[in-house]
């Protein structure tokens, strides 16, 4: 019951966190404030009765969130950036862990050099929900960002997997470079293929089902709340990779998933629930580090002195920069076009160390000796990069030159301009197909229709996004229509006050206004309606 009540403290932390964020007079990251929350829960003794269990982080926390990035990730960017993301999630995680071993070990000569790789494995996966929850707002380029989660999708297992190589040479007096390449392989390419079955499967069992009219929202977002757990679980039954299966069975899902015409309510529902639980988990990732921090950060540990707790997290997180830094910039000029230097410095700062982090610290084995020096300087230094990052990426991103129309703006409206002509071509044949049987009726509705649809097109082709600069378009129809809709539930509930309309006809019409609202609450932007 103990287990119980920390729980839901720690639930409540989240729901009012968010509150906290939303209405506070000046802007705070809500990582931050979460963490805070976690502290003063610490302080009240409800981690007491919370055991940390990293096997359990990883399945109840990681996998899901990992999941649900994965299945998001264009799969056309992740193609594209694969050679820069491969060599920051493989090659930068390798550079790291001995590069950070060596200086750590120069810093403190009594810890072994294989515990200091230990470390350097620790700190090498950066967290790519830190980063989102950090820079979401603050108008990082698309680019940089599909970067950057490419890479926290894959580097967490690297990061994971080196850590075990490490404490097993700590263990053993040895290391075999062969056969930890080959460990490394096997239990990435197994991860990796076992998630894509997985997905794979679990799409065809949803359009199984869809297709036999079994449309139930809610057993369907079940499905796929479970299939990141399903694939991390039968991983680790062969001793493969779980992290990656997670990963692997988003990117299968994403390929595979919900996309037939019937499956509109069953993709709003799914990702209403998604929303929820990563929201949740999120939260209560920062909210664990909160609970964390006093105890790993309240003493001395054995090991180093006064002096070194505060010079040794900040020598080692300017060491780890400075290896981002040059990485980030020789992977730029070998796989990339060329970049500003605010592009490579917001690149570095952005490479947070997260709850990820944290748990692969704690998962060292307690006879690992300066093991209590090992977590103390991690979480030392996963602090210092969120608060970095907090201060920095809003500095380092405000104002930065942007194209007038990239890529992906370019795109987009280019397919809203074909999908609107589709659309008025597929109403001028439909209304020259009932025209004989509906008469007028057909006439005065589907010219009302073809209004909207040239209105739509004419607004695209006579007025460049240029003129609004990129995104502001879609930020000021945003405002627009929220504060229709605004309008409109208030005099609907004006209308149930009075007694003009029921209960039901309430229902029914809150619903239409919320699937309008829904395609508002969307992370990135705004969405015009395009019928």
């Known amino acids: 019951m103990a287990v119980a009540h920390a729980v839901l403290w720690m639930l409540l932390a989240v729901a009012v966190s968010d509150m906290v964020e939303r209405t506070a007079p000046f802007r705070f990251p809500l990582p931050f404030i979460q963490i805070l929350f976690g ?65 750590v070990d120069w810093l403190a000569p009594s810890i072994p050099v294989a515990v200091c790789c230990a470390l350097g494995a620790v700190l090498a996966p ?25 890479e926290a999708l894959l580097n967490d297992a690297s990061g994971v997997m080196a850590l075990h190589l490490a404490v097993a040479a700590a263990a053993s007096g040895r290391f075999d470079t062969g056969q930890a390449v080959l460990s490394f392989l096997s239990l990435s390419l197994g991860g990796l293929a076992i998630g894509a079955v997985v997905g794979w499967l679990s799409a065809k069992i949803g359009s199984w089902l869809s297709s036999r009219n ?20 039968l991983a680790e039954q062969v001793h493969v990779s779980g992290i990656l ?89 070998l796989t990339m076009r060329e970049v500003s230097w605010r592009i490579l410095a917001a690149m570095s700062l952005a490479g947070v160390r997260g709850t990820v982090s944290l748990a692969a610290v704690l998962s060292l084995p307690s006879e690992l000796p300066g093991r209590d020096a090992v977590i103390f300087l991690a979480t030392a230094v996963i602090l210092l990069t969120l608060f970095f990052a907090a201060v920095g990426l809003p500095l380092i991103l405000r104002g930065l030159d942007s194209p007038p129309l990239d890529r992906f703006e370019r795109e987009e409206r280019a397919a809203r301009e074909a999908l609107l002509k589709e659309a008025e071509r597929a109403l001028a044949e439909e209304m020259e197909r009932l ?23 004419s607004k695209l082709a006579d007025r460049p996004v240029d003129e609004l600069g990129p995104g502001r378009e879609h930020r000021l129809e945003k ?34 206004l919320d699937l309008q609202q829904a395609s508002l609450e969307t992370p990135d932007k705004g969405v015009p309606q395009l019928h």
């Open 245 to 333: 299966a997670a990963v692997g069975a988003g990117v299968a899902f994403n390929a595979f998933g919900l996309t037939k015409e019937r499956d509109t309510l069953l993709r709003l529902h799914a990702r209403g629930v998604w929303r929820t639980i990563e929201f949740t988990l999120n939260g209560l990732i920062f909210v664990l580090l909160g609970l964390e921090l006093p105890q790993r950060l309240g003493h001395v540990p054995e090991g180093l002195n006064f002096s070194q707790v505060f010079y040794f997290p900040l020598a080692i997180l300017g060491m780890l920069y400075l290896t981002r830094l040059v990485w980030c910039w020789v992977s730029v000029r």
């Open 214 to 233: 079994y449309e139930d929202p809610s057993g369907q977002a079940l499905l796929s709340l479970s299939i990141p757990f399903v694939a991390f679980a």
């Open 39 to 103: 502290v003063l829960l610490d302080l009240a003794g409800i981690s007491m009765h919370l055991p940390f269990s990293p096997e359990l982080f990883f399945l109840v926390f990681l996998a899901p969130l990992l999941f649900a990035d994965a299945e998001r990730m264009p799969r056309r960017e992740l193609f594209a950036l694969r050679r820069t993301i491969v060599g920051l999630a493989v090659g930068l995680v390798a550079v790291t862990v001995v590069g950070m071993g060596y200086f």
């Open 126 to 150: 950066t967290d790519a929900v830190a980063v989102s929850a950090l820079a979401g707002s603050l108008g990082m380029p698309t680019r940089l960002m599909h970067l950057l989660r490419g």
């Open 479 to 512: 405002q627009l229509r929220k504060a229709a809709l605004m309008a409109q539930r208030k005099l609907l509930y004006a209308l149930l006050k009075r007694g003009e309309i029921n209960d039901s006809t309430l229902t029914r019409l809150e619903r239409e």
């Open 435 to 457: 025209r004989e049987e509906e008469g007028d009726s057909v006439e005065f509705i589907g010219n009302r229709l073809r209004e909207i649809y040239q209105y739509r097109l």
